[in-house]
């Protein structure tokens, strides 16, 4: 972004934007007077930026990143906003993707003898541009023609100098939208980002686009040369991005409500009340309550202070952490047939966890409806689901995963029911990681999955 001291507009921005990786943060700013300043580290926006931190971030104009590590491993080396030296000024990268076709880009790079410090994919594509930088000396051709080299998913904010660059890859699998600022513009993730920064959503960026901002000047667009067809991630509606982004057209709240709305026309169930797995469940809980009549209830207290489960490296840990994270009221169950409504099942672990919760409070009948299909394939585009053994309906059907949840019964939203909710042609989504059908050619996808994640 870009206007008066950039760093506390993009505090606002990465704290809006905390849930989409809580392993590290970071921030690049650019001052004519002194150059590149960065600051960045493991853990919490809120922790690593104090206000000492945050001052010391000269310049109007920067970049800021909030990490979920899916290729590279977690580890400060692989924190972003990633500098690469280029002919002239450095440029700063923060990226949200995988690109699944850097290690062969990497290879070929380390034979022309280039030196890489970190695992992660972006700072092969930093290289890469700052080759083609070199080769061109125009910084849209060099992107354009990295871009053209790299396959696979990456919404980008670059910093070179005091211009700002931000591309999406040509299927613009993972969200970017551009934003107008009080004096100045910005861009971001999800469009909430932009709100809390006092400003408000110009246009999603278009798959495939570069759009560069100068200092003082409106955003320019340069457009890559191979634009495919759309493939926006379903999982960014579905769970990802927070309820109050719109995301390529459509509002993230309204679509998880109509979820929900769906599920309850699609898998009626005779039940007295209908609990939300919070957070993530609760406007497709609503949703499903106003269709069905089936009356609302928060029934499970989330603790706003236990930290994540999804990552936690071994099943009983997470199991453990499912009950810190979340205690039923036992009054809300006690006799009742109850509907529970999850966003998603990829483990399993929430909702076993949870069942046995409700049933040890006395849940007369519990039925399961998940807001999304069974998620059967790994994601290569930046969703932390890389293994396919991990996955429970990967080789169950619903009734067997119904049974090993403990549930009473277990219904899906079907593909349909997602497209329609989503609102968007079925073409332009991509569905990969419940169809298994991709919207890229991934290299030896048997060899890819073998790998140990940390090799990603
Ligand atoms: P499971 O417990 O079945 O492994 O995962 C599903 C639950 O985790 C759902 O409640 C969903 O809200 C949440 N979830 C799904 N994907 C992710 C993710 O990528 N990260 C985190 N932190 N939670 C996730
Ligand atoms: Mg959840």
Same mark, same amino acid.
């Given at each position: 972004?870009?206007?008066?001291?950039?760093?506390?507009?993009?505090?606002?921005?990465?704290?809006?934007?905390?849930?989409?990786?809580?392993?590290?943060?970071?921030?690049?700013?650019?001052?004519?007077?002194?150059?590149?300043?960065?600051?960045?580290?493991?853990?919490?926006?809120?922790?690593?930026?104090?206000?000492?931190?945050?001052?010391?971030?000269?310049?109007?104009?920067?970049?800021?990143?909030?990490?979920?590590?899916?290729?590279?491993?977690?580890?400060?080396?692989?924190?972003?906003?990633?500098?690469?030296?280029?002919?002239?000024?450095?440029?700063?990268?923060?990226?949200?993707? /995988?690109?699944?076709?850097?290690?062969?880009?990497?290879?070929?790079?380390?034979?022309?003898?280039?030196?890489?410090?970190?695992?992660?994919?972006?700072?092969?594509?930093?290289?890469?541009?700052?080759?083609?930088?070199?080769?061109?000396?125009?910084?849209?051709?060099?992107?354009?023609?990295?871009?053209?080299?790299?396959?696979?998913?990456?919404?980008?904010?670059?910093?070179?100098?005091?211009?700002?660059?931000?591309?999406? +890859?040509?299927?613009?699998?993972?969200?970017?939208?551009?934003?107008?600022?009080?004096?100045?513009?910005?861009?971001?993730?999800?469009?909430?980002?932009?709100?809390?920064?006092?400003?408000?959503?110009?246009? /999603?960026?278009?798959?495939?686009?570069?759009?560069?901002?100068?200092?003082?000047?409106?955003?320019?667009?340069?457009?890559?040369?191979?634009?495919?067809?759309?493939?926006?991630?379903?999982?960014?509606?579905?769970?990802?991005?927070?309820?109050?982004?719109?995301? +390529?057209?459509?509002?993230?709240?309204?679509?998880?409500?109509?979820?929900?709305?769906? $599920?309850?026309?699609?898998?009626?169930?005779?039940?007295?009340?209908?609990?939300?797995?919070?957070?993530?469940?609760?406007?497709?809980?609503?949703?499903?309550?106003?269709?069905?009549?089936?009356?609302?209830?928060?029934?499970?207290?989330?603790?706003?202070?236990?930290?994540?489960?999804?990552? $936690?490296? +071994?099943?009983?840990?997470?199991?453990?952490?499912?009950?810190?994270?979340?205690?039923?009221?036992?009054?809300?169950?006690?006799?009742?047939?109850?509907?529970?409504? /999850?966003?998603?099942?990829?483990?399993?672990?929430?909702?076993?966890?949870?069942?046995?919760?409700?049933?040890?409070?006395?849940?007369?009948?519990?039925?399961?409806?998940?807001?999304?299909?069974?998620?059967?394939?790994?994601?290569?585009?930046?969703?932390?689901?890389?293994?396919?053994?991990?996955?429970?309906?990967?080789?169950?059907?619903?009734?067997?995963?119904?049974?090993?949840?403990?549930?009473?019964?277990?219904?899906?939203?079907?593909?349909?029911?997602?497209?329609?909710?989503?609102?968007?042609?079925?073409?332009?989504?991509?569905?990969?990681?419940?169809?298994?059908?991709?919207?890229?050619?991934?290299?030896?996808?048997?060899?890819?999955?073998?790998?140990?994640?940390?090799?990603?």
């Amino acid at each position: 972004m870009s206007g008066h001291g950039a760093a506390p507009y993009i505090y606002l921005g990465l704290r809006a934007l905390q849930h989409r990786g809580q392993e590290s943060a970071g921030m690049a700013t650019w001052s004519s007077h002194a150059g590149l300043y960065q600051h960045k580290s493991m853990g919490a926006v809120h922790e690593i930026f104090n206000r000492d931190a945050v001052e010391s971030l000269r310049g109007s104009v920067g970049i800021g990143h909030v990490r979920y590590a899916t290729t590279g491993r977690s580890s400060a080396r692989n924190a972003q906003p990633v500098i690469i030296p280029t002919i002239d000024r450095e440029i700063a990268i923060g990226h949200n993707g /995988d690109i699944v076709n850097f290690m062969s880009v990497k290879k070929s790079m380390q034979r022309e003898g280039t030196a890489f410090f970190g695992s992660a994919d972006t700072e092969v594509m930093g290289q890469l541009i700052s080759y083609e930088y070199s080769q061109t000396h125009s910084m849209p051709t060099a992107i354009r023609r990295a871009m053209g080299a790299l396959s696979g998913a990456y919404a980008i904010a670059m910093l070179h100098g005091n211009t700002l660059y931000a591309f999406r +890859d040509p299927n613009g699998i993972r969200p970017l939208c551009l934003g107008a600022l009080e004096n100045g513009y910005a861009v971001a993730s999800e469009s909430v980002a932009i709100e809390l920064m006092g400003g408000g959503l110009i246009r /999603d960026i278009e798959p495939g686009e570069i759009v560069m901002i100068e200092k003082g000047q409106q955003p320019r667009s340069y457009k890559s040369q191979n634009t495919s067809s759309r493939a926006h991630c379903m999982f960014e509606w579905v769970y990802f991005s927070r309820p109050d982004s719109v995301l +390529d057209g459509k509002l993230v709240y309204n679509v998880r409500k109509r979820i929900g709305e769906t $599920l309850a026309r699609e898998s009626p169930v005779k039940a007295d009340v209908i609990v939300p797995v919070p957070d993530s469940g609760r406007p497709q809980a609503l949703g499903f309550s106003e269709e069905s009549g089936i009356s609302y209830s928060e029934g499970l207290i989330k603790s706003r202070f236990v930290e994540r489960t999804f990552i $936690l490296p +071994d099943q009983k840990l997470r199991r453990q952490a499912v009950r810190m994270k979340l205690h039923p009221i036992a009054d809300v169950f006690n006799g009742k047939r109850v509907v529970l409504l /999850d966003d998603s099942i990829v483990r399993g672990t929430t909702l076993r966890e949870i069942v046995s919760m409700v049933r040890s409070v006395g849940a007369k009948e519990v039925h399961l409806r998940i807001g999304c299909p069974p998620i059967i394939a790994p994601c290569y585009f930046g969703i932390d689901m890389k293994d396919r053994n991990d996955l429970i309906a990967a080789s169950r059907k619903e009734a067997e995963i119904a049974q090993e949840l403990g549930a009473d019964s277990l219904k899906y939203l079907s593909l349909n029911g997602l497209v329609k909710s989503i609102g968007l042609p079925e073409n332009q989504i991509c569905m990969g990681c419940i169809t298994a059908k991709y919207p890229l050619n991934i290299p030896q996808e048997q060899q890819r999955f073998q790998q140990s994640l940390n090799d990603f």
